[in-house]
């Protein structure tokens, strides 16, 4: 899998959009852009994934370069509940193994 | 969507006793599982992958004989700790790839983790 570079930390104040950037110049062909996070003592929670095109859900927006070398996460509105380690992460579909990095911690700020 | 069942969610065990971790694709058939291991403010750190009916594959410095997975059925994968110490004390996270299903998109599904104690 491609290695992927985030900030450790970022803050939100609650309402505004949350961007969260991710750096991975290694990315191939056949890997995706995905995003998790991890919100406390929980297991990570799935929220997008990516190809080369953008893609919104109810959840956020992915915008993914043109080169593909990097991507950013926007959630439009954040929350309080939004406060939560974020992991971007790049591979292949399939059964591989995923490996997490240490990911953004954000938190929004009443 | 899919659902990955973890249980328990939080155990405390004596020192030297052994503790057995579930994890349970609902709706849905895992051929592969993994289990990861998260220490206090760390990222998760994958222990290994549980592929169904065959052994499991252990990521360097993780002990197979301490660390038993199981995946006996596909909607099953088992992580036992042997004879816990202190030092075993984390968060065990479990999650089931989703490439099994016909309209898996989201790649992986994570269970609710279980928190280890040992005292």
């Known amino acids: 899998d491609a290695k992927t570079t985030q900030p450790p930390s970022m803050d939100c104040a609650e309402g505004r959009a949350a961007n969260l950037p991710c750096n991975h110049s290694?990315?191939?062909?056949?890997?995706?852009v995905y995003w998790y996070r991890q919100i406390h003592s929980q297991g990570p929670q799935y929220i997008i994934h990516?190809?080369?095109n953008n893609e919104t859900n109810e959840m956020a927006s992915l915008i993914i370069t043109e080169d593909r070398k990097s991507s950013t996460l926007i959630l439009p509105h954040a929350t309080l509940r939004d406060t939560a380690v974020y992991y971007c992460?790049?591979?292949?579909?399939?059964?591989?193994?995923?490996?997490f990095g240490i990911g953004t911690k954000l938190q929004v700020i009443p | 969507g899919a659902v990955v069942s973890q249980h328990p969610s939080w155990v405390i065990c004596k020192s030297g006793t052994s503790v057995k971790i579930e994890c349970r694709s609902l709706?849905?058939?895992?051929?592969?599982m993994f289990w990861y291991r998260q220490f206090p403010k760390q990222s998760l750190m994958l222990m290994a992958t549980?592929?169904?009916?065959?052994?499991?594959?252990?990521e360097q410095g993780v002990e197979k004989d301490k660390f038993l997975i199981n995946h006996a059925s596909l909607t099953l994968s088992t992580l036992t700790v042997t004879s816990a110490h202190p030092e075993d004390s984390s968060f065990y996270i479990c999650?089931?790839?989703?490439?099994?299903?016909?309209?898996?998109?989201?790649?992986?599904?994570f269970g609710s983790g279980t928190r280890l104690t040992v005292v």
């Open positions: 999650s089931a790839s989703t490439a099994d299903r016909p309209s898996g998109v989201d790649g992986y599904t």
């Open positions: 290694t990315i191939s062909g056949n890997e995706y």
């Open positions: 990516g190809l080369k």
């Open positions: 992460i790049v591979r292949a579909g399939g059964y591989q193994k995923v490996t």
């Open positions: 709706d849905f058939q895992a051929t592969t």
């Open positions: 549980s592929n169904e009916g065959s052994k499991a594959t252990y």
